[in-house]
């Protein structure tokens, strides 16, 4: 058994999961710089319309990721996620191909069709222990920052040279080398939870959004992406008028988010070793709020700006990496894809609703009064954290298995969550090795390790 440090599949697997997320999200970024100006360019332009182009893909994907997610939980990560990036591509082919934004808006919609947030982050969960689980979300949170500053960069670079539909096409390739990736570097697993707890009911759905702790955290996913949008409607005005050309707008999300990254890292690592998560999280919830009531009342030039704005995205990228580790930490056995898919639409419906109530604050009262609002926001989420449970230490191992097929893990891993103590199994046979979540009062764990190596007995 080990508890230290990530092991060979946890790195791969973080590796592969964070690289198919970013790509994915990549290319999903790299319109948000220019598609209001390069829309203007298609047949029934409007500014309704593009709207609708921008949020057409957060609505269906809000709409799906529970569905996706009970499909996960009963077919498999793997399988849904591959079905999903089908579905991503033939939308990016369709918005590259139209020339109206009736054609755009139909292809974005069918984009966020394909959803596979909450697979991937479920798949995640599957592969990891609990205990290194956090490591593994930050390493998915870091490349979708990441992804978010190269797009900056690439989205006016490739309009530029091949118009909107370049950046579809350049989307629909990167999709393809991301279900590459899916299908031969993520590592194949046999998941297992007791009988009658695989695949959610509606009401063990309704179970699960009305769960007081859960429903804390998807509220939080929400107002925390709808705060992200509504404030990307006035920022990157905000530094054009600082004095920063928007095609140099990169020289300030670069180090910014890098330095975020580097910021928050100490921080995830004393709440896990202090066992102080509960009051990191609201502090960094606190930050939050800060940095957005300080966007609106200071007067804003360059430096304050750049201060602010690296504030802003360590409390978010803190909360970014934690929230799913803590989430499926709390998921009851057998449905974190269901649990992950109520998150990921409550995250998808908070960027949409931040894009529509930031253009609505924006109209009404002027773009920075959206600061103001979103600080507001954001401090009533704090205070919604002060009723969360503190975490415990989870009980979670891993054992080195001889099993040779995947019929045999199927068949060893149906015999381990009818063990006593037993509550979860996962077993990814190729690499030798089985995850399972135990009671340590009930189980046996030498008949547990006899099991999983059934020729050294």
């Not at 982050?121 to 205990?131: G, K, P, S, V």
């Not at 609505?360 to 919604?384: R, Y």
């Not at 509550?423 to 006899?450: F, P």
Request: positive net charge.
């Amino acid at each position: 058994m080990s508890t230290t440090g990530l092991n060979n599949t946890e790195k791969k697997a973080a590796f592969s999961l964070a690289t198919v997320f970013g790509l994915r999200m990549l290319g999903l970024f790299m319109i948000l710089p220019v598609f209001a100006i390069y829309g203007q360019q298609l047949a029934g332009y409007s500014p309704i319309w593009i709207g609708l182009a921008i949020g057409a893909y957060g609505l269906t994907q809000a709409m799906l990721q529970i569905p996706m997610g009970i499909l996960s939980d009963k077919y498999g990560r793997k399988p849904i996620i591959l079905v999903g990036l089908v579905v991503f591509l033939i939308g990016s082919v369709v918005a590259a191909v139209s020339e109206t934004i009736y054609g755009v808006v139909f292809g974005r919609a069918l984009q966020g069709t394909g959803a596979i947030a909450s697979a991937i982050l479920a798949l995640a969960a599957d592969i990891t222990r609990e205990e290194q689980r956090p490591k593994v979300m930050a390493t998915i949170g870091m490349f979708i920052g990441l992804s978010f500053t190269a797009a900056m960069i690439l989205g006016p670079i490739v309009a530029q040279s091949f118009g909107l539909s370049g950046l579809f096409w350049l989307t629909a390739i990167l999709t393809v080398f991301a279900m590459v990736m899916i299908q031969f570097m993520v590592p194949h697993t046999v998941n297992k939870a007791p009988k009658g707890d695989n695949i959610a009911l509606p009401d063990q759905i309704l179970t699960l959004i009305k769960h007081p702790q859960l429903s804390r955290l998807n509220t939080g996913i929400f107002i925390l992406h709808m705060a992200l949008t509504a404030c990307f409607i006035t920022l990157p005005k905000q530094f054009v008028a600082s004095g920063l050309a928007l095609e140099q707008h990169w020289k300030l999300y670069l180090p910014a988010l890098l330095g975020s990254f580097f910021l928050m890292v100490p921080f995830m690592i004393f709440a896990m070793k202090k066992q102080k998560e509960k009051q990191m999280f609201t502090s960094a919830v606190l930050l939050l709020t800060l940095s957005l009531l300080l966007l609106w009342y200071l007067p804003l030039g360059f430096w304050s700006l750049v201060i602010l704005v690296v504030m802003f995205f360590t409390a978010f990228n803190y909360l970014e990496a934690t929230m799913p580790s803590m989430l499926s930490r709390l998921a009851p056995a057998g449905v974190k894809g269901s649990v992950m898919g109520i998150y990921s639409s409550s995250q998808f419906l908070g960027a949409f609703a931040g894009g529509v109530f930031g253009g609505v604050i924006a109209s009404k009262f002027g773009e920075q009064s959206i600061f103001l609002v979103m600080s507001i926001l954001c401090l009533l989420w704090c205070v919604v954290t002060l009723g969360m449970k503190p975490l415990k230490k989870s009980k979670s191992f891993s054992f080195t298995t001889s099993l040779q097929s995947e019929e045999q893990a199927d068949d060893v891993a149906e015999r381990l969550i009818n063990m006593p103590g037993v509550l979860e199994a996962t077993l990814v046979y190729q690499e030798s090795v089985a995850y399972l979540k135990i009671d340590e009062k009930l189980a046996d764990i030498l008949s547990i390790k006899a099991l999983l190596n059934p020729q050294q007995n």
